[in-house]
C-alpha cells in the first residue's frame, strides 16, 4: 500500500488490477463459520461491519482527482462478492478477519477505526499490509484477510463503472467513451 512518489495513482491501478485479476476469488484463511450465520450465499454484513467494509476500503483507496471507493460503491461489490462467491469457509474466514481487524485496532490504538483520523488509518492500514506480506505461509490462493480486502477493494474500483472509466478503459480494444455498447457502465452494477 506504500507507494513510491514517482508512481502515478493510474499506473498503481492498472498493476494492481493485472495482479489481483490473477486470483479473483481468493480462499482467505479458514475459521470458524458456527453462529456467523454465513453457511449460506446471501450473507448481510451487520450495519458496523459494513461501515468497517467501507471505512477500510475508503482509506485503501480515497477520493483524489478520481473517485473513492465509496464514489464508486465499492463496499457493495465486496459484500456481492462475499456473500455470493465465497464458500461457507472464505465467508466465515472474512468475517473471523473482520472482528480480529477490530480487535486489532483497538489493541493498537485504543481505539475503534471509525474513530481514527485518516491518517492513522492509513497508517494501520500500511502496518497490516506489510505484516500480511511477511507472511511465509502466504500464498496468492490463501491470502491473509487485509490482502483479500485490499485485492477486493482494487477490483471492484477497477471494474465499476466508475473507476474504470476513472482509469481511462472503455471496453475492449477500438471502444470509446462514445460506444453506447461496449461502455463500462457493463462491467458490474
Known amino acids: 500500500m506504500t507507494l513510491s512518489r514517482s508512481i502515478s495513482r493510474r499506473s498503481f491501478l492498472e498493476a494492481a488490477t493485472m495482479a489481483a485479476a490473477l486470483y479473483f476469488s481468493p480462499k482467505i484463511t479458514t475459521g470458524t463459520t458456527t453462529g456467523l450465520g454465513v453457511d449460506a450465499p446471501g450473507w448481510t454484513p451487520p450495519e458496523s ?22 464514489q464508486v460503491r465499492v463496499t457493495d461489490f465486496i459484500v456481492h462478492i462475499v456473500s455470493d462467491w465465497y464458500t461457507p469457509e472464505q465467508r466465515g474466514a472474512f468475517v473471523v478477519g473482520l472482528d480480529k481487524f477490530v480487535d486489532q485496532c483497538r ?14 488509518r492509513r497508517r494501520l492500514l500500511e502496518a497490516c499490509d506489510r505484516h500480511a506480506l511477511s ?45 453506447e455498447n461496449l461502455g463500462c457502465g457493463s462491467v458490474w452494477n
Do not use: W
Not at 482509506?59 to 473513492?68: C, F, R
Not at 474500483?157 to 466508475?162: D, H, K, L, M
Open 49 to 70: 461491519s459494513r461501515r468497517l467494509i467501507e471505512l477500510m476500503a475508503d482509506t485503501i483507496l480515497p477520493a483524489t482527482d478520481t473517485p473513492g471507493a465509496t
Open 135 to 179: 507472511q511465509p505461509e502466504h500464498t496468492p490462493d490463501m491470502p491473509p484477510f487485509f490482502l483479500a480486502i485490499k485485492d477486493l477493494t482494487i477490483i471492484g474500483y477497477c471494474t465499476s463503472p466508475a473507476g474504470s472509466a476513472a482509469l481511462g478503459y472503455y471496453g475492449p480494444i477500438g471502444a470509446s467513451p462514445a460506444d
Open 107 to 120: 489493541a493498537q490504538t485504543g481505539t475503534a477505526f471509525a474513530d481514527l483520523s485518516l491518517e492513522e
